[in-house]
């Protein structure tokens, strides 16, 4: 599935999310000062979209249409800058993901859909015996220069190339929204912990998707190229973990804070930064599952 993306559009986007948000009261302050802060905010709103919709610099252009890709084709050509680049959203999830793995005993550990293996060598420099697996040979052969003494495997993950409850921690990182569904995934998850196991699964939090989350990557010809990015709410993580047996231990959304470099990217910050800092201002940009398989009945966990 294509669609089309256009500079003009993006910037009245984030528009129009700010005035939401400041028609929810969002702006915050109270009493006379608050209301007269809220109303020129608007109204300067208002002004740069005007504004903006006058620019024949933005206006004036075409746009462009996203084509698909898939994730081993994505990741092929993403695998070279992947670790050079800052991204945003990792530098929101990792802290979290890292406390909660931090807390819990070394032990046989599975990094599903390692990528370069960021957590894979966290894992390893915290004394896990680790096993990656992705689907791109790209990826896991910087996995594999990060983590040498780790196994690592190309596979998919709802068929993942190892045994039955044979890990102790399971952890997949940003991944599952590249699935067509969160069942399969989740299952394998279940079948290849042990019992008493514990499962940490981080993902892009569907409000984040509508600010700039998709991942993209250039095609050959240098059009965009859309990665699969499945809408998935809270509730359908919880179904697909509890039809999965395991159990929720706690559930995390970390927000957005402020950038260095602004929010929304280099065209937001030319045009309406304002409108994009509330846009973004302490939306979730992550969800992420500590979850945990039922020890076996009569077990002492």
């Not at 898939?70 to 050509?77: I, L």
């Not at 909660?100 to 859909?113: E, N, V, Y």
């Amino acid at each position: 599935m294509s669609f089309h993306v256009h500079p003009l559009a993006w910037l009245l986007a984030l528009e129009g999310v700010a005035l939401l948000r400041s028609q929810a009261g969002d702006l915050g302050g109270e009493g006379d000062d608050g209301d007269q802060e809220n109303e020129r905010f608007v109204a300067r709103r208002i002004a740069e979209i005007r504004r903006l919709c006058a620019e024949p610099d933005l206006a004036g252009r075409t746009g462009a249409v996203v084509g698909h890709a898939t994730t081993v084709e994505g990741y092929a050509r993403w695998a070279g800058s992947y670790d050079s680049e800052e991204n945003p959203l990792i530098a929101v999830e990792e802290p979290q993901v890292r406390r909660i793995i931090a807390a819990l005993p070394p032990g046989r550990a599975l990094d599903a859909a390692c990528g370069t293996g960021r957590y894979a060598a966290y894992l390893a420099g915290l004394g896990h015996e680790v096993v990656g697996v992705d689907s791109s040979a790209e990826m896991l052969a910087l996995a594999w220069a990060k983590t040498p003494d780790g196994t690592f495997h190309e596979a998919d993950l709802h068929d993942l190339p190892v045994e039955a409850a044979s890990f102790d921690l399971v952890v997949c990182g940003l991944a599952l929204t590249h699935q067509p569904a969160l069942g399969p995934a989740l299952r394998e998850f279940a079948r290849v912990v042990r019992p008493g196991g514990h499962l940490v699964v981080s993902d892009i939090h569907v409000l984040s998707l509508y600010l700039g989350g998709v991942a993209k990557v250039a095609g050959p010809d240098g059009g965009l190229r859309a990665m699969p990015a499945g809408r998935f709410l809270a509730g359908d993580y919880v179904a697909a973990i509890l039809e999965a047996g395991l159990e929720i231990v706690a559930c995390h959304e970390p927000r957005w804070g402020e950038l260095p470099g602004g929010h929304g990217g280099p065209l937001a910050q030319q045009w309406c930064p304002e409108a994009a800092a509330l846009a973004y201002r302490d939306t979730p940009a992550a969800i992420i599952w500590h979850l945990r398989r039922p020890p076996a009945r009569g077990a002492n966990m």
